[in-house]
């Protein structure tokens, strides 16, 4: 089976400008998760989709969104880029089903973005 | 609210043990995971833990105090390999991670 893989690994914008961060999930999973970790600390909540509707966010504004696609692929996108948005962003898989409540995340190696 | 908490650095010895605490605070509780992330790569799953207890897989193992909202993750049989971040992480109860900033450890020879 494959794993999670996100394209692209690095990136540098500048201020202003608008990214979007692309994700393919595990064979089999139908959730991801999107998370943004800053140097030096844990990854932060960004937000979920399942069954291609967002069911989750975390502290972030509207300029953070997303897609995910009926192959559960998925997309994070940042407009109006501000510095403190250079991190690297991590997408996880999982397999949610009816009566499961904790699932284990597949992480993708992330994609390294830098604002300048 | 919530919140949790893990030293930022540790160093231990290759072949020796070494125990990382994690401590949290939460209203609602639907489990504690352990990830292992070395530098530049993804989190790699290590444990979950729902019960309190010990939980033993190798050379790793993870307790769980839910009464006391602790969790600590042992490493045994230290190997250079095992030079990375651990990050814990509990799951609230919307069922979503909120995660420590991790503990770097570093293995000496």
Redesign the interface.
């Known amino acids: 089976e494959t794993g999670v893989t996100q394209s692209p690994t690095h990136l540098i914008k500048t201020r202003g400008q608008q990214v979007t961060l692309r994700c393919s999930s595990q064979s089999g999973h139908n959730t991801v998760s999107w998370y943004q970790q800053a140097l030096g600390q844990g990854p932060q909540f960004i937000f979920q989709y399942y069954r291609e509707e967002e069911n989750g966010r975390g502290n972030f504004p509207p300029r953070f969104s997303g897609l995910q696609f009926p192959n559960y692929s998925s997309e994070l996108n940042v407009n109006a880029l501000e510095l403190d948005d250079s991190a690297l962003y991590l997408c996880a898989s999982s397999l949610a089903t009816s009566n499961s409540g904790a699932n284990v995340l597949t992480f993708g190696a992330g994609s390294r973005l830098t604002v300048l | 609210g919530q919140n949790i908490d893990q030293p930022t650095e540790m160093t231990a010895t290759e072949g020796a043990i070494v125990q990382i605490n994690c401590t949290y605070q939460t209203s609602g509780f639907?489990?504690l995971?352990w990830?292992q992330q070395h530098a530049?790569?993804?989190?790699?799953?290590l444990s979950?833990n729902?019960l309190d207890g010990l939980e033993e897989k190798g050379r790793f193992s993870s307790f769980l105090s839910r009464s006391k909202g602790y969790s600590y993750l042992l490493l045994k049989e230290l190997q250079m390999k095992d030079s990375a971040s651990y990050?814990c992480?509990f799951?609230d109860s919307?069922?979503?991670?909120?995660?420590?900033?991790?503990t770097k450890l570093i293995i000496k020879p």
């Open positions: 639907n489990g995971f990830y530049g790569e993804a989190p790699t799953f979950y729902v990050l992480a799951m919307n069922y979503q991670l909120i995660w420590g900033a991790g």
